[in-house]
């Protein structure tokens, strides 16, 4: 991941991965589906989780999934937790599902271009900047 994510953040962030267990739904879940909230994002589906600076993993973690769970990391750094969560559920109202949130959008792009070449080295800061900068949050 250097040359993507600096060295501080690769030092910092903690990677758990998790074996025949779940990340459990927040408790807040049943109050929402009762106020008709239908398409909440299940944390057990997901591949990995990302709070802050720790990325918990529910198996087996490949490159690609670590470089997306990062962006992550690198948006909790540059927004800090509030903001990121603030602007994640405002994302989830707003497009009317979790592909639809930009905080998502933004790490599945960046992952793309980590997809198309490996080799070729870009600042995710940079790219998480820009967008931040140009209000796309």
């Known amino acids: 991941m250097a040359g993507f994510f600096s060295s501080q953040l690769l030092d910092e962030t903690r990677l758990l991965v998790l074996n025949e267990e779940r990340v459990d739904n927040p408790d807040f879940y ?10 909440l994002p299940d944390q057990a589906t997901m591949a990995a989780v990302t709070f802050a600076d720790c990325v918990v993993s529910h198996g087996y973690c490949t490159d690609e999934l670590l470089f997306h769970e990062l962006v992550h990391v690198e948006q909790y750094r540059q927004l800090g937790i509030p903001k990121f969560a603030d602007l994640y559920l405002r994302g989830f109202l707003s ?11 933004n790490a599945y792009a960046l992952g793309e271009l980590y997809g198309r070449n490996h080799s070729r080295p870009f600042s995710v800061a940079d790219e998480v900047g820009r967008w931040i900068s140009e209000g796309r949050f």
């Open 30 to 39: 049943p109050m929402l589906q009762r106020m008709g909230f239908d398409n």
């Open 95 to 105: 497009g009317g599902g979790y592909f639809e949130i930009p905080l998502e959008r």
